[in-house]
């Protein structure tokens, strides 16, 4: 940066470009010295950067894909389905028709009904554990990292243990 004594007359920002103020866009001052771009553009470029990391490997954008579809199925389903999941009916072992999507069990129950009310089910469950466990996980690591020595083994041998047991299985 050119300076006339101590004041800069110009800047460099992240990419290099060089800007003649020294004050980010907006006027607001910039949180790294020197530099002429603000958090909100730092943000928005590794977002973007993310995005574009998740479209662009196929197993990635299949799996995230599946997770938006079932999660609107949970969201959305309810205000579609209309019915007791429930409910017998005389329509035993139906096959799939206009009326029973997904047709109907052995007691008349609508198989569609069941799998859109019960999805919301799943994927509570499902982030409730994970909420659950990542929280566990974070207690644990946090004593290990804080005591250390045999306390930290103790709990990296327990740890491993548990991620080998569902080998076991």
Do not use: E, M
Not at 95 to 108: D, E, F, I, N, V
Not at 117 to 142: A, E, K, Q, Y
């Amino acid at each position: 940066a050119a300076t006339n004594g101590s004041t800069p007359l110009a800047t460099t920002d992240v990419t290099g470009a060089v800007n003649s103020s020294p004050a980010a866009p907006g006027g607001a001052a910039s949180p790294i010295p020197g530099a002429s771009v603000s958090v909100t553009t730092l943000l928005g470029g590794r977002l973007r950067d993310v995005w574009r990391l998740l479209i662009s490997n196929p197993k990635v954008l299949v799996g995230l894909c599946v997770v938006v579809f079932f999660l609107l199925v949970s969201l959305l389903g309810p205000v579609f389905v209309h019915g007791d999941p429930n409910a017998f009916t005389l329509d035993k072992l139906s096959p799939p028709s206009a009326t029973h999507w997904l047709g109907t069990t052995q007691t008349g129950q609508d198989i569609f009904t069941q799998l859109v009310l019960g999805t919301r089910v799943s994927v509570l469950w499902g982030f409730g554990t994970g909420l659950l466990v990542t929280c566990i996980s974070v207690i644990i690591g946090l004593i290990a990292g804080y005591s250390g020595g045999i306390i930290d083994d103790i709990l990296s041998l327990l740890t491993n243990i548990f991620i080998v047991l569902p080998a076991f299985a």
